[in-house]
């Protein structure tokens, strides 16, 4: 099992920078593949980014390709997004989630398979 903690969102202008941090308990953290989502207000939770357990592999939905990028640092238990570049529809709050211990994700995991998460954490751009 790991609990994820979510850290960095604030208040940024279009076109700045922030770095979201998601800290993970647990001596396993490097089984778990994670990958960040984001709920803006009024519309569904939608996937953003992940990353292989190893950090090898990584893939991001289309609207932040070149504009963000995740990370992790498995002797931290941290997984990072670095976004950049942002714009106001990146209003939203962005969570951390993992499915269980080895499963393998990609952009197209449905949300059921991932069974922890953060409680989010608020990024605001304004324009």
């Known amino acids: 099992q790991v609990q994820l903690v979510e850290s960095g969102g604030g208040l940024a202008q279009a076109g700045g920078s922030l770095r979201l941090t998601c800290a993970a308990s647990?001596?396993?953290?490097?089984?778990?593949?994670l990958a960040w989502f984001r709920q803006a207000p009024g519309k569904e939770r939608e996937f953003v980014a992940t990353i292989s357990s190893d950090g090898d592999s990584t893939d991001y939905t289309d609207s932040v390709k070149r504009r963000m990028i995740i990370s992790r640092d498995n002797a931290k238990n941290t997984v990072f997004l670095q976004m950049n570049s942002l714009k106001p529809e990146d209003t939203a709050v962005y969570y951390c989630a993992a499915p269980p211990p080895y499963y393998r994700i990609t952009s197209y995991t449905p949300e059921k398979r991932y069974l922890y998460w953060g409680q989010g954490t608020q990024v605001t751009v304004s324009s």
């Open positions: 647990g001596r396993t953290f490097s089984t778990y593949d």
